[in-house]
């Protein structure tokens, strides 16, 4: 079973920023799309954007650009999403996902990930 170990969710104030960890088995990292997912509650799960390992800029979701970006740290085989300026329609439950393979930034929907996170909560209060 291929673990995905999630960090830095939280609660903060409008127009506030946070920024999310997942970090994943070494091997799972160097060979894996990795991607961020998140989910409001009565809502359905919400691509948020895409990196690659060969491929140095993300694919992020046009309504976020701008906002929030996502970078890899090879060294640590960690993956990190940055969220800036956060309103309240940012809460959610965030998730990490991977899939091993490649065409990364055609993956953006929750079918194009066989492994994940176990979410952690974002809050954006007014």
């Known amino acids: 079973q291929v673990q995905l170990v999630e960090s830095g969710g939280g609660s903060v104030q409008a127009g506030g920023a946070l920024r999310l960890s997942c970090a994943a088995p070494?091997?799972?990292?160097?060979?894996?799309?990795m991607a961020w997912f998140r989910q409001a509650p009565g809502k359905e799960r919400e691509w948020i954007a895409t990196?690659?390992?060969?491929?140095?800029?993300?694919n992020v979701a046009n309504s976020l650009q701008g906002r929030f970006t996502t970078s890899r740290d090879n060294d640590n085989n960690q993956l990190t999403l940055s969220m800036n300026n956060l309103t309240p329609e940012d809460s959610g439950i965030y998730y990490c996902?991977?899939?091993?393979?490649?065409?990364?930034?055609?993956?953006?929907?929750?079918?194009?990930?066989?492994?994940w996170g176990q979410g952690t909560q974002v809050t954006v209060s007014s």
């Open positions: 996902a991977a899939d091993p393979g490649g065409a990364c930034y055609s993956r953006r929907k929750s079918a194009d990930f066989r492994y």
């Open positions: 070494g091997y799972t990292f160097r060979t894996s799309c």
């Open positions: 990196t690659s390992s060969i491929i140095a800029t993300p």
